[in-house]
């Protein structure tokens, strides 16, 4: 199993430029997340999907819209990037078991906005 | 809002000293807690969860409801140790974690 698997592994962008950012897991999990994370300030939800067909905001949408494209994809897209999004995201898939879920992280894509 | 807190940003131990990580929790009802640790150059994994009271790698780590703390512990750091540690919540069986800032563990020879 690959597991989590994202695409493309770094990025350079031009300001206002658009991109997707490719997640794709399989372990049949139902849950995945996207996460940016900046020095300082850890690990913050952007957006995450309970199951196929469901999407909501985290705690940093703004700038950001997902698709769960099927229950082993989840793409990340940036209409219009801003330096302000220069980070790095990690895409995440979550299975639970007695209760309890295990988050299971992909390698990361480092995105740079000039 | 859930709020996870971890004072310290750098932690730099010698080898064979004992390591403690600290985190504090904010949810007042029954958290799920862990640990998530990244190795230089590889990706985020679990190292361990409260409610499993296990042991990973020497690594423990005690929830204190009282504190609401949940701080991870080694007796002896290892050199392998040294890495970023990551202190997460869940709170009411939900599928969202809130994690905290993180902690970068150096362990000097």
């Known amino acids: 199993n690959a597991g989590v698997t994202q695409t493309p592994k770094f990025q350079v962008l031009k300001t206002g430029q658009s991109m997707t950012l490719q997640c794709a897991q399989d372990m049949n999990h139902n849950s995945m997340y996207w996460y940016r994370q900046d020095p300082g300030m850890g690990l913050r939800l952007i957006y995450y999907s309970a199951s196929e067909g469901t999407t909501d905001k985290g705690e940093v949408p703004n700038g950001y819209n997902v698709s769960r494209l099927n229950k082993r994809e989840f793409s990340l897209r940036l209409e219009s990037a801003a330096p302000s999004q220069t980070s790095v995201y990690f895409c995440?898939?979550?299975?639970?078991?007695?209760?309890?879920?295990?988050?299971?992280f992909g390698p990361g894509t480092r995105l740079l906005v000039l | 809002a859930q709020r996870v807190t971890q004072p310290e940003k750098l932690l730099s131990v010698f080898k064979g000293a004992p390591v403690e990580l600290k985190c504090n929790y904010s949810y007042s009802g029954s958290p799920e807690l862990f640990w998530y640790v990244q190795y230089s150059r590889q990706r985020l994994q679990l190292l361990l969860r409260?409610?499993s009271r296990e042991s990973i790698k020497g690594f423990t780590a005690d929830l204190n409801k009282g504190e609401t703390s949940f701080h991870l512990k080694k007796p002896f750091a290892q050199e392998e140790d040294s890495a970023m540690y990551y202190c997460a919540e869940g709170a009411g069986g939900g599928n969202k974690l809130t994690f905290g800032t993180g902690t970068q563990l150096k362990v000097e020879l």
């Open positions: 409260h409610i």
């Open positions: 995440a898939s979550s299975e639970t078991t007695g209760g309890v879920q295990t988050q299971y």
